[in-house]
């Protein structure tokens, strides 16, 4: 594994330098959604394409009037910037046919065999998958996916999803059908949501779940994360130094190696990503390594004050000339 | 130290572990056969079953023991299956959970896209999901197989009555190989490990296309697709072949997860279901069907796949609903919960490496008397005369009457039923002297009307006293569970807690303090609405409906000094108006459907007072919301009687919930009376 991660513009000069990319993200109601499209068009920014996602129309709570509302600001604003977007409107329980219409359609994915790939506003079931198709398909040489931080007011305090669905597979990511699992790993965040159902399918394993969780968030922010563990209802003995591990919310790579080292070649873990995105973004790239299943509680219903202004962006090249970060080769000199 | 070393003991932590239970050995020792009576042995019949009961009310727990490796621990153990199966013919089963092989997923990625097929064949789809079943449940069968074969399937293959040597006989994977409904895709294999091998390919390259990592579905795998059923009816000739000659081995097959397809998968989920309603249709005379779903979660598709005909209760399956076994009904006796509850804690306590008594569990909690509970209010040791205050809003002349009556040591309870009883006549307009004459004869303490009267007269007792009722022992545990054995567990589980907190030993000090009972049964309260909040199909929802429903019902009782509607704690509704059809009680039939599914409602049969041409409906907040809302637990005659609109208000609406008969919407039906009652005014 060897994946090169630096703040956006380190690695745009690094390693974009002049070379024409696409961008592929999402407009949503978060401020952060616009940051990347903000920061990186350029002459050399050959396509922007922005998914405006939208809940389910049975979600509850149903916030779907301010989130149009912020939606249409966010929009408005890029346009103000004189920033040329298209978009596509998909829903959000999008099937997998209909999340592999995305890049058939999309145009900047086809002008440009550099992607950015926003996964600011991206829920997870969108991101994984289209990381996943991305990575697969040689026509993709280079990704580099991008991730932009909340501002100093970070999260909203209420719950930041709700309605949770049954547990599922991520879309392509679903475990083989025959399949003992050695442990289940849950990268924590702060809302637990059903994730008792996954629990509960996976019980057998349960003596086995581990935890991975983000470090260092603040003092509020590590309250919420362990309440969030609390909510679990896990067994006393679930809780020791060798379950969990904290890493910091933007090392996609330490989460590989641990994912890597609890699995010490099985290919047996399953893993549930609750926490943050790039921890989600590591589960992602092991999964698709390993060939192990990747499972959540899908909110119908996302608060649309989910967060508050805009922080760094982050970059990583998880693809680069065709070749994926997980097989590249650390060389020790 | 006691506290710590308490706390990580608790035998009752694991809730879970009564739900799904996939390690054998620990399923036996921690099943209770207690549950096995009457309408649940039908599980273990050869017929096809549907099992209903709410979230937790241990539907898994019950269809786990119909599988080959777990019925194989109890044998290996105890040399029989446990006593209540006694005179169940064998059998051998085996298991599918559809979301987590995947099932579900079909149709989310077309077979048909991307190929030279049509688009619209949607046929295709549940096609596909037909052949990945049989031949899931084919690897499962053939695990079963292999484990008949190994040392340590001995005592399974003793019960069922198999001879090894049919089993290894090397024609049994011929069989397998060469029957018609694989059209010749397991031709080549020779052993059971091929046979193994070449079924795993098979489910691997079915996920490999779902996951989209292939672009289309091999042609090889399509030419060979076997239709839904066929190739489960030869497995199951082919193990009812190899018992003995003189009885039938049926093969039993568990589908768990059936109610969640519509949920994962939205625009194919019904049609997967129509594939597994398909399989019951067919009425297989070897191969029987075991389905588990929340109460209400069954029977919104009963179509087959490919046709509009139904699958029929009684005709095509049975339906034994858990809730009618393990809920208390009017006349207790035969009530089986008390017993199934006790047995759970006592293997727990055993697992845990406790010992004792089988009675533990109910030495711990103790009696509860509403008398002993009463006692507990207003029990100032100087001076108890504070709870004369329970007579408020009564005439001195009346209240002087009272206390000369029960004395100055009087139970609160007397105290506040002499009152209500007062209350109640004089909003009838008797006059204060024909009271003080009624009062000889201690009216209030006249069985039935007493009764129905003591829950909520102990409910406005502690209101007077400015403190939460106080809850505690074995009965009051019991009725709080609502005949849900995970809420009996969280409630011994949080009572431990409590006890271990305060340095208590739960099992020396018998029985437990009834505040430190209370302390947890208060937190198992709170933790019971909360665990709603995150459940799925809207559970947020009905954590909004409850916690406002519920302070509603609380307020109308304490403000019913006279205790004229004891029943008040639940609301009934017209059965026709239920299913009328249209948005508002189709969206109200919905949410409380659901509510009961998660144990968040207890729906309870009515016999309504009065005739109306229509049956009505009823329901109460489940057993263990009573102690966070402070309403009662026991059930009592007469709910509140109220219109749908009302309802409909009282769930999607933004106002207050305004509960019981103070408000101008009760639904007073224009009906005719019962011929008692008419009767009675006849008399008059």
Known sequence: MRLPAGSLKQIQTQFLGDAPFSVLGCVSFEERCRAVPELVYSPNCLAIELLEIHDPTDAYPDYSVEAQRKITRNRQRLKRAKIPFTTQVMGLLATEDELMDILDSSKATRVTSTILLDITSLPKRYFCFLLKRMMLLESYRNIIVTYTVPGPHGYAHGPLAEDPQPSDNLPGYAAPAIYKPKALVISVGFESLSIKSLLEMYIDTKRETKFILPFPPGGGATRRVWDTLRRMDLQPEDINRDNIESVASWDVEEVFKTLTHWDGGSKSLVLAPFGPKPHSLAMALFALKNNVGMYYTQPKSYNPDYSRGRGPTWAYIVKWDGVPCYDRQVRVP | MTKNKERIRNPFRELLTTELLEDPVLYRRMFSESILVGESLQVFRPVNVVLLGQQGAGKSMILNLALYHVISAWISKNNKPPTPLDHIEPFFGISINLARVGFHIFGRRSISKGTLFDFSDSGRDPAAAADFLNHFLFYEFLNGIRFLLSDEGVSLRDWMGVSSKQLVDRSLVERMSSWESWYDYYSDCHSLDSLMTKCKERLSVWRRFLNTNLTEVPSDILETQSEIGLPLHEMGKLIDSIGPKNRRLPLFVVVDQYEALPELNLTHGTKLQRVVNT????????????????????????????????????????????????????????????ELARDVAYKRMLKEGYRGEKNKIKDMLGPWFPNREAALYFNEEKDNSRKWILLRGLADTLRIRVRELCGDEASPIDIRLAGAWLLQRLQKGVAVPTLVKELEDFPWRKRWWKKERVEVALLQIASYDNQKRIYFGW???????????????????????????????????????AGIQSNGINR?????????????????????????????????????????????????????????????????????????????????????????????????????????????????????????????????????IDFGPRHKHRDVPNTVQTPKRKRKLTSK
């Not at chain 2, 297989?284 to 490919?306: H, I, M, N, Q, S």
Request: net charge neutral.
């Open chain 2, 524 to 656: 198992a309260s709170e933790t019971w609405s909360l665990r709603d909040r995150n459940e799925i199909s809207a559970g947020r929802k009905r954590y909004e409906v409850i916690t406002r429903l519920g302070p509603s019902i609380h307020d109308s009782l304490i403000g019913d000094a006279a205790i004229s509607n004891p029943g008040h704690t639940g609301f009934s509704i017209r059965e026709s108006d239920l299913l009328k059809g249209d948005e508002k009680s189709a969206a109200v039939e919905q949410l409380i459907s659901k509510a009961v599914s998660y144990a968040m409602f207890e729906e309870r049969s009515h016999h309504p007072k009065v005739r109306e041409g229509t049956k009505r409906r009823k329901w109460y907040l489940h057993p263990l919301l009573s102690p966070q809302f402070q309403i009662p637990h026991k059930r009592v005659k007469e709910p509140f009687y109220v219109q749908l609109d009302v309802v409909y208000d009282w769930f999607f609406g933004q106002k207050r």
């Open chain 2, 279 to 338: 399989l019951i249709k067919a009425r297989d005379p070897y191969v029987f069907y075991k389905l588990g779903a929340r109460t209400y979660d069954w029977g919104t598709e009963l179509r087959v796949w490919g046709a509009e005909s139904r699958i029929e209760v009684q005709r095509d399956y049975v339906i034994i609903n858990l809730t009618d076994v393990l809920m208390r009904r009017e006349d207790s006796s035969g009530w089986v919960f008390p």
């Open chain 2, 475 to 513: 009965d009051t545990v019991i009725y709080l569970s609502g005949g849900n054995i995970t809420a009996f567990l969280l409630l011994c589980s949080e009572i431990w807690d409590a006890a271990a907190k305060r340095d208590v030993d739960p099992l020396r000090a018998l029985p437990l303090e």
